[in-house]
């Protein structure tokens, strides 16, 4: 097939040509966005092989099959590819080689060995198939993602799965003759279907593109640059929302603060408090727990919101911590000064504000400061519930 009988199987490549465009531009913008090079190489190499199939090129019909076989055969791994780095994972090289030598070489033997046409649109639409399957359950987690994922989750795997009913169904309608291949409705089925899948599949990517760099935004807003753990106004946010859907189980907020930080700075430089924060940052986010809120309030101070825990447990987290700061070697001080922290604790009331919670928890750590410092105050509570713990 050298010329399409029908323009209408243009629009498919013409606009991925489109998308792929778009996510090179948005990583131009974002180079930590990777992943939308394979998105775009996908893009790319479909409309490649469709005008491979159309043109003629390479010429002869078992070069051709081969050639196109190729092309499609690596931007479905490319796409899938792709998904996966978006999430953290990834196809090993094998996989590459592997998937590649398996549906290349099935189109190869089924031309030049056992010439059966309708053998070889099973080998690549079921093979496609199943790339994208396995892709979809690896990323099943997508399902109960932010709203943005749950669309590419259900559009990617609507995409997996379009292969197998799409090829039953139209196959039979396959001329016996290569050359006649363009003019069947397999063929008009094939690049409809996928021209209005692949358009949905981009959109999907481009939406959970927008929700990634949303998150970035908010991350960044929301996130104390030196220590890593939140700045004072992503720690309010975050520690109100939770006291707001947690009326039913104890919650405590711990405020740490460095003892005697003014003297490091005036003594050792601002470089080496620099250093100091930094790693007492890593050293909060080490002990705490996936659900637990930690913040730099601001200078030397910290919080801790723990979930879940009352003020006995809030307590020991806190003696846990304090024997952690005095055993951690800080970058910046000399190997003779020992850092201590000082911890207010206080348990969360029915109905109480987190402005009141931090102020009677600062009322324990003013005590702690006041009694020595290098020591944890809890302030007597009588919480809502009292159980809980936050080891």
Known sequence: MRVPNNPLVLIGPAILLVFAASFVAIWLRDRRLGHLLFFCAACLLFCL???????????????NAVTSAFLY??????????????????????????????ICGGVAYFFYVDRQLI????????????????????????????????????????FSLHFFPRTVLTVGTVAPSATAFGASPFWLALQFSLAVLGVMLALALFAVTVSDMMADLRHERSVDSL?????????????????????AWPTSLILVDIDHFKNIN???????????LKTFGHLLQGAMRQVDICGRLGGEEFAFL?????????????????????????????????????????????GEGLGALIARADTALYRAKRQG?????????NPLLSTGTAD
Not at 49 to 63: E, F, K, M, Y
Not at 133 to 139: E, I, K, M
Not at 266 to 275: L, S
Request: charged share 20%; hydrophobic share 45%; with cysteine.
């Open 306 to 350: 723990l979930p879940n825990c009352d003020a006995a447990g809030a307590d020991a987290f806190a003696q846990r911590l304090r024997g952690i700061v005095r055993q951690t070697r800080f970058d910046g001080l000399p190997a003779s000064r020992q850092l201590t922290a000082s911890f207010g604790v206080a348990s969360a009331r029915h």
């Open 49 to 63: 092989g469709t005008l491979s199939q159309i043109l003629g090129v390479p010429d002869g019909h078992g070069p």
């Open 119 to 158: 053998v070889r649109i099973y080998i690549m639409n079921f093979g496609y198939g199943l790339v994208c399957l396995a892709t979809a359950w690896r990323l099943r987690r997508l399902r109960v993602g932010m709203f943005a994922e749950k669309i590419l989750f259900w559009t990617s795997l609507a």
């Open 73 to 102: 055969t690596l931007s479905v791994l490319l796409l899938n590819d792709g998904l996966l780095r978006r999430s953290g994972q990834r196809l090993g090289p094998i996989s590459y080689l592997a998937i590649l030598g398996l």
């Open 266 to 276: 005036d003594t050792f430089g601002h470089p080496a408090g620099d250093a100091v």
């Open 373 to 381: 410092r290098d020591r944890v105050e809890t302030q007597a509570e």
């Open 227 to 247: 220590t890593g753990v939140l700045n004072r106004r992503g720690f309010e946010e975050r520690a109100q929302e939770l006291l707001n859907s947690a009326r």
